[in-house]
């Protein structure tokens, strides 16, 4: 018999597409490299979306480097007459040009279709053709637990965020104060409803989280409590799941390193706070300059990478900042000896990597905060949108490697300069919850190596869907 294949539907943006490119490569890995090939279906984001929101043929060819077994699939653009307010609704039209693909894979058998969690209405088309469907959920399970809540609680919980106080019950977790929960001025819970809905359709849920960070949770998805009158299918928690560098020496890698980089380099172990808000962050005026007096009176080392606001017109993504507009006057030169003021795109991941990075303010983006995780850095979350405001309470009330940052009251999302000085001080060591939050991270930074490791709990959830997959395939 051919190789099997399992078709990957991820989603455009570029943060679940290479979360759930890495997931494949990782099932390869586990199945031993011979058990299946991945064909991944690409769709075109839709006409609205900018560059920076897309995954662009070429980061598609750089990510399968290496990997022979992988195969992309381009599928043609959809036409729409209408405005679509979710992504899902977008991703659902797709079915037919899905379908088309899939049933055209004569030469072996699909051994298995995994969605995004967004293009879960495309599991009808897994149905039809008699190929298990699975779903890939980027975020965390305190969100998959939420979501399939919601559709038997949609009604109590839209009434608590109306009332605009109290606390949600997210099964697994503390009362989940209204203000922790994904803003529903950004947000459509009737969407997420809708998909939990969906979710309980697919064999199984393959999750970005380990068992070590997330092991209440997942325990009550797997108990029912999420789901009353039923039982969700398996969720299989494979992370972190995380596009990184192989670790080379300087002198193996001809690249120069990047300025932030080279600037971490001249800095104690554990001395710089780093300041990164994601590819949609930015601050106005008024509070970039609450930061910069907070940092300043702090007195501790940071690395900020400031954006500016985006630019006229509809762009949701923002410029390079314009420090001399935004800064208080005087402050980068009075802060050149301890901090740097980044004003454009940062690298991430490798400024997290550094030894002497010791802190992490964050909108507490998932993949960020498994970056964070994974090198062992403690974390104060800002949260902006999406889910940012769940994974930020779970941060601090559940893991235990976070401080608390607590926005203005009255102010969505605004942080005064006396809050932030605070907070960098606590997270740099400056008190107990500081120093545990920096122990637990350490401990959470050796759990989350282990369990990827084989024979640990997420090499051993992968290994479940590869067997789980082999023993579906059958030929068509």
């Known amino acids: 018999m051919a190789t099997p294949t399992v078709v990957l539907l991820p989603m455009w943006a570029p943060g679940h597409f290479r979360s759930m490119l890495e997931a494949g490569k990782r099932l390869l890995l586990c199945s031993g490299g011979d058990a299946f090939r991945l064909t991944v279906l690409v769709m075109p984001p839709p006409p609205d979306s900018e560059a920076s929101e897309v995954t662009s043929q070429l980061q598609h060819r750089d990510m399968a480097s290496g990997h022979a077994a992988i195969d992309f699939h381009y599928l043609p653009a959809v036409g729409h007459g209408r405005t679509l307010v979710h992504p899902s609704e977008y991703i659902r039209l797709y079915a037919p040009h899905v379908k088309d693909a899939i049933a055209g894979f004569v030469a072996a058998p699909v051994a298995a279709v995994v969605v995004d969690f967004f293009g879960a209405p495309l599991l009808d088309v897994a149905h039809e053709l008699a190929v298990p469907g699975y779903v890939y959920f980027a975020s965390t ?42 803003s529903p001025r950004l947000n459509d819970y009737g969407w997420f409803a809708y998909l939990g809905r969906r979710f309980m359709e697919a064999r199984g849920i393959v999750v970005n989280t380990a068992e070590e960070l997330e092991r209440a949770v997942l325990a009550a998805i797997a108990d029912g409590r999420c789901t009353p009158g039923g039982r969700a299918p398996p969720v299989y928690p494979i992370g972190p799941v995380l596009s990184l560098k192989k670790a080379t020496s300087r002198a193996d890698d001809r690249s120069p390193p990047h300025e932030c980089v080279r600037w971490l380099d001249a800095r104690p172990p554990a001395s710089v706070v780093f300041l990164c808000f994601g590819s949609m962050g930015w601050m106005d005026a008024e509070q970039a300059r609450e930061v910069a007096a907070g940092l300043e009176r702090s007195g501790q080392s940071f690395l900020w990478a400031l954006r500016g606001p985006p630019p006229a017109g509809d762009s949701r993504y923002p410029s390079d900042a314009d420090l001399d507009a935004l800064l208080p006057g005087g402050f980068l030169e009075r802060t050149k000896g301890t901090g740097l003021v980044w004003p454009t795109w940062a690298p991430q991941p490798e400024i997290l990597a550094h030894a002497a990075v010791g802190g992490f303010v964050t909108h507490c983006g998932w993949n960020s905060v498994l970056e964070s995780l994974w090198h062992g850095v403690p974390m104060a979350p800002w949260p902006r949108y999406a889910e940012q405001p769940l994974n930020a309470f779970e ?13 203005c009251a009255g ?45 640990g709990p997420s090499y051993a959830a992968m290994q479940r869907v590869v067997q789980d997959m082999l023993g579906s395939c059958v030929p068509r």
Request: with cysteine; aromatic share 0%.
């Open 411 to 455: 102010r969505e999302g605004f942080v005064e300069a006396a809050e932030l000085e605070r907070a960098t001080r606590s997270l740099m060591g400056g008190d107990e919850e500081g120093r545990k939050a920096r122990d637990k991270a350490a401990q959470t930074k050796a759990a989350c190596r282990r369990a990827v490791e084989k024979g």
């Open 141 to 182: 399970a305190a969100m998959l637990a939420l979501m399939l809540r919601l559709p038997a609680a949609h009604e109590e919980v839209a009434a608590r965020l109306r009332e605009m106080e109290g606390a949600v019950d997210v099964p697994g977790m503390p009362p989940v104060p209204v203000a922790a929960m994904p």
């Open 395 to 407: 941060l601090v009330a559940c893991m235990g490697v976070a401080v608390e940052l607590r926005t």
